[in-house]
Each structure stands twice: as C-alpha cells, then as structure tokens.
C-alpha cells in the first residue's frame, strides 16, 4: 500500500503501487505465476512482423506473458485479438510510460487491431493523498496527447475515461464486483480498515476494458494486455472473474522497468530528476541525461585502468532497449566500456544528443492534438 514505503530496504517489492528493492524478475514470474517468454512465440512474433522484432521484445524487456500463446493460436485460427493497456493520470507523462505504449503501437501496426486505452482519473483520485479529482481529470487529457503522439492509428484507438464511464461500462464493473469478494481483493492488494471503499471497488474499474470489446461488439473477443509486470495483480482477478461471466480470460505480455536516470530503481516521476518527461525542454532532457548515472568509477585514470560495467549504467541501458537497434554496435559500445576506452562522457553525449531529438519530435506530433481531438476518441454513449 502507498502509505507503507519500503525504499530504504532491498527487499524486492512490486506492487501496483509500489516497485522498489533489487528486482529479481525470475523469482517475480514465479511468485506472480506468469511464464517466461520463449523462443517459441518470439519465432512467431518474428514471422508476423516479417523479421522486424521490435527491439523491446528482442532484447527482453517483454519478457513475460500470460496465455500469450493462445493469442497467438487464436490468431491463427483467424480470431483477432484488440489490445487493451493503459494510463493512471497522476502527472506529466514519462519515457518509462512510453515504453509499452510504443510497444503496443508497434502490435497495432503489425497486427491491424483496434486497441483500447483506459485513463484512470478515477483511480488516481482515490489512491492519492494530494491529488484533486480535477486534477486527474486533467491531466488524463495531457497524457493522452502523449498516447497520440506515439503515433495510433485515431481510426482503432478508442480512449475509456473513468470519469466519463458509459452506463455499459459500469454494469460491467458490477458484474465483475459482484463476483469478487473482499478477501480475494485483500489478498491480492493488501487492502487494510483504512483503505477507502473506493479502492475497493477500483479493481473491477480496470477488469472492465477487458471485457467492454466483446460487450460492444457483441461477441467474444481476445484481449492482449501490454504492461509493466507491476500491472498483473489486476489481471489475475479479472482471469478469475471471466469464465463466470462467459468472457474470454484476458492475455498479458509484460514488461520489466524501465531504468530510471539516478543509481538503481525504475524512472519513478515522484523522483523528478530520475525522469525525462515529455514536457521537459529537449536541452533540459540533454543535460539530464549528462547527470544520469553510469556508474563510471572515480576519475578517468580508473576508469581507463578498470574498465566500466555497462550492466550497471543507465545510459547503456537506454541504448540497449530503446536507441541502438544495430547488435554490432550496442555490443562494440559495451566491450569498449568494459575494456576502459570508452568514457562514460562520450557515451553520455551521445544518448543526450539522441534523447534531445526523440523528445523534441515527439513534442511536435504531441502539439498537433488538442482536448476537443482527445474528446472525439473518447468512448460515449
Ligand atoms: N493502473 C494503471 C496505472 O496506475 C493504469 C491502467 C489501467 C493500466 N488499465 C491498465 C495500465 C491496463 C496497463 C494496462 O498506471
């Protein structure tokens, strides 16, 4: 639970409130009870995307799944799937956020489905001790221009504002309500007396998109959830709750955190500095980059004596998962490291150049979406 912060600890803790400690995401699989990714659906993955893996699942920041598989088997069948992920609106949107968003585009594209994005305004009043409900609101707005700028196809996006739920959203809410009890809910998120009902009920509140496409379309339909592991609490009590209510159990493909810019830990926006944020200025995202943490040792002479350790560098990191696609040269940049010739200057110069450009494009499609274009992707009645 938010109140109970466990930073100062090593302990591993992933909740959907709270990621801290060394992440062991071999011992998280098993504890949450998902199954690794194998080479067997990255093959298949392989095939649709016509040898174009994107780089997020080649190097295994997706890594984990749940009845993947069976999408993929449905798939073949000639069943198509819509995806479903999204956002809890509590500030500016950050490059940890964009992750499985750019991600999910990518399965839009290769896939052609429609997909589904849920705006927790709701959700993000009711578990914040400082945020107003008009605040939410609006930053739900805010982030979706950050969605858009991802660059969906505004034909097959379809936003779900909790706040501006539909009457058949909510009788799905219900539905999915009536059929969760308190101690399932207890077990699975740590609610205590002191919780608010409205976090109680807030788990059938992210069930709902899961089901909310085959409602609409009047037919089952497989949904494919793309998100952080943090994310899968929910998703284990909207499998349970599916058959009852003759839906489809949903699939999940996971994805590890995405490193932060300070030593260890995911980029958390309650650590502003840890962040680059879609709203900083492309220089000021440039010199947070130059601060970043690398792990480098003391002075040059170390560093060219010792060698650094990429594994433990943030700036590696970002060009592993997200800048560097080329495995020649991401694979050079790290014996380079370990062999004490490249300097971590050089290799922050060279991320901050390319942040500085990813952030200023992404402002400039961001800057083309207003409320009112937001509000005609929003799903009413
Ligand atoms: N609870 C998520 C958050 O705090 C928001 C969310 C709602 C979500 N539905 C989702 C995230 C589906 C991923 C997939 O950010």
């Known amino acids: 639970m938010p109140e109970e912060k466990s930073k100062k600890s090593k302990e591993m803790v992933v ?226 709750v599916a058959p009852k209510l003759g839906y489809y159990k949903p699939a999940a493909i996971h994805c590890k955190f995405f490193p932060g810019l300070a030593e260890g830990g995911k980029m958390s926006a309650s650590e502003p500095d840890s962040c680059i944020f879609t709203t900083d200025t492309p220089n000021s995202a440039s010199k947070k980059i130059m601060r970043s943490y690398t792990g480098g040792r003391a002075t040059v002479e170390e560093q060219k004596e010792l060698g650094g350790e990429p594994d433990k560098c943030n700036v590696y990191w970002y060009e592993y998962y997200l800048f560097e696609p080329d495995d020649k040269k991401i694979e050079e940049m790290k014996l380079n490291c370990i062999s004490g010739k490249l300097l971590c200057g050089q290799c922050k110069k060279s991320l901050a150049e390319k942040v500085k450009t990813f952030v200023a494009e992404h402002q400039e499609r961001r800057n083309k979406f207003t409320d009112e274009m937001i509000d005609k992707m929003i799903i009413k009645e």
């Open 15 to 240: 909740t959907p409130w709270e990621v801290s400690g060394d992440i062991d995401y071999k011992k998280l699989v098993k504890k949450f009870g998902t199954t690794l990714l194998t080479e067997k659906e990255i093959a298949v993955m392989d095939k649709y995307s016509k040898g174009k893996l994107h780089l997020l699942l080649r190097r295994g920041l997706f890594f984990s799944h749940r009845d993947f598989d069976w999408i993929l088997k449905q798939l073949e069948k000639g069943e198509k799937f819509a995806l479903y992920t999204g956002r809890g609106p509590s500030g500016h949107t950050h490059l940890g956020h964009l992750i499985p968003w750019i991600f999910t585009k990518w399965l839009q594209d290769i896939f052609d489905v429609e997909l589904y994005f849920q705006m927790t305004d709701d959700e993000k009043f009711l578990f914040s001790q400082k945020l107003t409900f008009q605040e939410t609101k609006d930053y739900a707005y805010e982030n979706a221009k950050d969605v858009m700028a991802v660059g969906f196809d505004p034909k097959k996006t379809h936003f779900i504002f909790d706040s501006q739920m539909t009457p058949t959203m909510y009788q799905i809410a219900v539905e999915v309500a009536k059929r969760t009890t308190f101690s399932t809910a207890r077990a699975v998120f740590g609610f205590t007396n002191e919780s608010n009902v409205g976090m109680i009920f807030y788990p059938s509140i992210q069930a709902m998109p899961c089901f909310l496409p085959s409602k609409l379309k009047g037919k089952n339909i497989p949904i494919l959830i793309p998100a952080a592991i943090d994310q899968d609490p929910y998703w284990r009590i909207t499998r349970d």
